[in-house]
Each structure stands twice: as C-alpha cells, then as structure tokens.
C-alpha cells in the first residue's frame, strides 16, 4: 500500500466566528490554494467540515510549501482567525480522488485526524509527522509560530509589504511613512528572524508570489 502526504487544517476556536463568513473564507483560500498550487496537488483541497478542509500535496515538500502559503494568504488578507495543521505522511488504500478530497480511505488519513483531533489540546498549531525529519520541522514550526503569532491583526497590510518587498525604505514610501519608522518596525515585527525560518522550512521550495 503506497504512501502519501496528507495535510489536514481546521479553524481554532471556529465557534466564535459567524458559520457563514468562516465557510466563505475557507472556501476562497482552498481554492487559491488549488488554483495556484495545482501542479503540487494530488487531490485538491476541501473543505470537510464548516470548518475543516483537507488535501493530498505530491509531497511533504509541497505540503510544507502549502502551510506557509496558506498563513500567509491569511495575513495578506488580513483574515482574523487562526489555522492548525497536521501534516502527515502514511497509506491510503482507495483509489486518490483527483476532483475531492473526499471518499478516500487508509490509515494514513485516520492518523492524521487523530492527530489533528490532539493537536486541539496543544499549544501549538503546526505537527509533522512520518518522515525522519519530523523533530526538525517541528522545531522550526515553535520558532515560526513564536515570531508569527506575536504579528498583531491591524499590522497585517504592514507585514505583508515587508514579506513582498522587504525594504524598509520600500515599505515606508509605500505607506507614506519615515524610513526611520519602517527600519524601526521591521525590527521589532522580527521579520529577518520569520524569513530566515521560513526559509529552512521551506528549504529549496518556491512559493509562488
């Protein structure tokens, strides 16, 4: 029985959000995710429940790729609400369905429920699991969330202008402030120190801009 990657996400504290507005967001970023990640997907991403969706990247590598382009998709579009992520690898003995992510069956997928399911009484919201780099990613994952969950929702369009164009001088034109301020911000949102960890997590991958 042949091994896949299986990235599984649900929204934290859902309950507090108008079901709705939650579903259309959920909706909008699988689909970008799809759309833009299509070659990287085996079984595109859907979302489950109101509040849950899953996918089938080719890889952990894609998988990997897909979790940063999700969080930060989320802070472009200054989304208030969080994600928690299970990435696991293991069999899925039915058929891959290439339309849904639905009506597939193996251990591999009831694992990383499972885990999904205990990930809700953890601090953390990323787990990585099946491969023999599994403490490594998670590692970084604490380092990512450390730097990424300090980030205030009213500085998202902040933010995002640091990750797209990384010049504080750039950035404080753009948004009609000193370079003095910018240089000032850029340090204190730790935005070196978040690219620098999304970069070895991300290792040679690319993410699309």
């Known amino acids: 029985m042949k091994n896949y990657s299986i990235l599984m996400a649900d929204v934290i504290k859902s309950r507090n959000d108008t079901g709705n507005v939650l579903a259309g967001h959920l909706q909008r970023l699988t689909a970008d995710v799809n759309s833009r990640l299509a070659l990287d997907i085996l079984s595109p991403f859907t979302v489950t429940l109101g509040d849950e969706f899953q996918g089938i990247p080719v890889s952990m590598q894609a998988g990997l790729q897909m979790i940063i382009l999700m969080e930060e998709m989320l802070l472009e579009r200054e989304i208030p609400f969080q994600l928690r992520y299970v990435l696991g690898n293991g069999p ?34 990323f787990l990585v699991f099946g491969t023999e780099n599994d403490g490594y990613y998670n590692k970084l994952f604490v380092l990512y969330q450390s730097v990424k969950d300090d980030w205030n929702i009213k500085d998202s369009k902040l933010i995002s202008d640091f990750l797209q164009y990384d010049d504080y001088k750039t950035v404080a034109d753009k948004n009609n402030k000193t370079w003095s301020q910018m240089w000032k911000r850029k340090r204190s949102l730790k935005i070196k120190e978040y690219n620098i960890i999304k970069q070895m997590i991300l290792d040679d991958a690319v993410v699309p801009g």
């Open 92 to 125: 899925i003995q039915t058929p891959i369905n290439k339309k849904v992510a639905h009506g597939m069956l193996g251990r591999g997928l009831t694992e990383t429920r499972e885990k999904l399911n205990a990930l809700k009484k953890e601090d953390t919201r």
